[in-house]
């Protein structure tokens, strides 16, 4: 059976060895402090349904399988097919808490029939080629009142050698481009950014 290809032409994709070398550096030290970042700002809004965009070797839906998330529904949405193999093999031991639902899909083609309280993505934005076209998709998946959370190390933020990351990390001036589509309030912790786009109200 061939496999479907969810990328853009020339975005970054992540095959056999990317994906390993992820999960490997998921599990250091800089990385842990991002996903405590992130599990705060998830918890401390109580949503009861969430969908990871982008969830790669599925570290923050491992920790959403906690006893205080108990009651939350899981899902993810992963482009490559390695890091879903890889992120399988983790959120097994998830098996007793919780069952948390994958499937292959992206920011633009997202495979679920229901709205969610929650979407959020860590270290993924940045990846996508067409940002704009992504947040109108997600936004429509969102039940009302919802909001879409992004997690990113903000660039103006990075120092010493984290700067050559710029790369991989998002600028106030980069969201500039998005007002036009939701209103977004941004928190951020000294390294670690959180964009909260919010679900605009129907007319």
Request: glycine fraction near 8%; include cysteine.
């Amino acid at each position: 059976m061939t496999e479907v290809d969810y990328y853009l032409q020339d975005e970054e994709k992540f095959g056999f060895f990317a994906s390993r070398f992820y999960g490997m550096f998921a599990r250091m030290g800089p990385m842990r402090k991002f996903h405590e970042f992130a599990l705060q700002n998830i918890m401390s809004r109580k949503p009861s349904s969430v969908l990871d965009i982008g969830f790669g070797t599925g570290d923050l839906l491992r920790l959403l399988c906690s006893e205080e998330a108990e009651k939350m529904e899981l899902f993810g949405v992963e482009p490559s097919p390695h890091m879903m193999r890889v992120a399988s093999r983790r959120l097994r031991k998830c098996a007793g808490t919780k069952k948390v639902i994958l499937s292959q899909g992206s920011s633009r083609d997202i495979p679920y029939e229901q709205n969610f309280d929650m979407i959020f993505s860590s270290l993924s934005f940045h990846h996508w080629k067409d940002p704009e076209d992504s947040l109108k998709n997600i936004l429509n998946h969102l039940s009302p009142n919802g909001v879409f959370l992004v997690f990113e190390f903000g660039r103006e933020l990075l120092k010493g050698y984290k700067k050559a990351t710029a790369s991989h990390s998002l600028s106030l001036t980069d969201l500039e481009k998005f007002s036009g589509i939701a209103g977004y309030d941004v928190t951020d912790d000294g390294e670690h950014r959180c964009v909260e786009f919010r679900k605009p109200a129907e007319k």
